[in-house]
Structure formats: structure tokens, C-alpha cells
């Protein structure tokens, strides 16, 4: 699967690896396929502004992939 470098220099989430996430991933993961930094990512997750909505488990944060491919304009694709 390819993926591409984003400057900061993780690795953004190639379309391939969107497809076959799970049905609830990390922030990190939606981070990286939002090529958002982590910083960032939890700045907006804590204040409710993440793109997407975002799930509280405890101390965890969860976004349902649906909701990211959506943003993404991937809904309905397969891998």
C-alpha cells in the first residue's frame, strides 16, 4: 500500500489503507488521515471541533470511520 509523506514527516494514509480501516479508529489514525498534527488533532478533539465527530471512552478518543470517509468524499468505496 502506498503512502505519502506529509510535512511533518508521518505517513498520510494512502486511499487503500482508508478503505480497510476498522469501524471506530484512534485520533491518531484520523490525524494522520486528515494530515492533521497530533497537537492539533487533540487541540480539537478537546474543544469539539474536530471535522468529524468524535467518541469519548474514557480517557480515549474514537472517531467512526464512516463519518472520516464521508469528509474524505470515500463513502460507499471499497478497497
Not at 54 to 79: H, M, P
Amino acid at each position: 500500500m502506498a503512502t505519502t509523506q506529509t510535512a511533518r514527516g508521518s505517513q498520510a494514509l494512502s486511499r487503500e489503507e482508508l478503505l480497510a480501516l476498522p469501524a471506530a479508529i484512534d485520533l491518531d489514525t484520523a490525524n494522520r488521515a486528515l494530515s492533521v498534527g497530533r497537537s492539533t488533532g487533540y487541540s480539537l478533539a478537546k474543544r469539539g471541533e474536530y471535522p468529524v465527530k468524535v467518541l469519548r471512552l474514557g480517557k480515549a478518543y474514537r472517531v467512526v470511520t464512516a463519518d472520516l470517509l464521508r469528509l474524505l468524499g470515500l463513502e460507499g468505496e471499497t478497497a
